[in-house]
């Protein structure tokens, strides 16, 4: 996962690393799989989200995606 904080800037690295991948590694990029996207809470990886905070200057955090805790409540939740 490479990340950035314009969705613009993520097509242009996304072209550029699939054609280092695809040409200098000699590797096949399963275009149907591979998302681009900038850091957002939409975002979902491994049950997580990323999220851009601003103290100073912008970091990343993370923390559990909002699907993913539901799920989890419903599966611990007693009837």
Do not use: P, Q, W
Not at 18 to 32: A, M, S, W, Y
Not at 38 to 45: D, F, S, V
Not at 62 to 67: E, Q, S, T, V, W
């Amino acid at each position: 996962m490479i990340f950035y904080k314009s969705l613009k800037d993520a097509n242009r690295v996304d072209e550029s690393v699939t054609r280092f991948i695809e040409g200098v590694l000699d590797l096949k990029v399963n275009r149907e799989k591979t998302k681009v996207s900038y850091i957002n809470r939409e975002l979902k990886y491994l049950g997580h989200c990323f999220y851009l905070k601003k103290s100073g200057k912008f970091t990343v955090n993370m923390g559990i995606h909002k699907k993913s805790r539901e799920k989890l409540i419903d599966k611990v939740s007693i009837n």
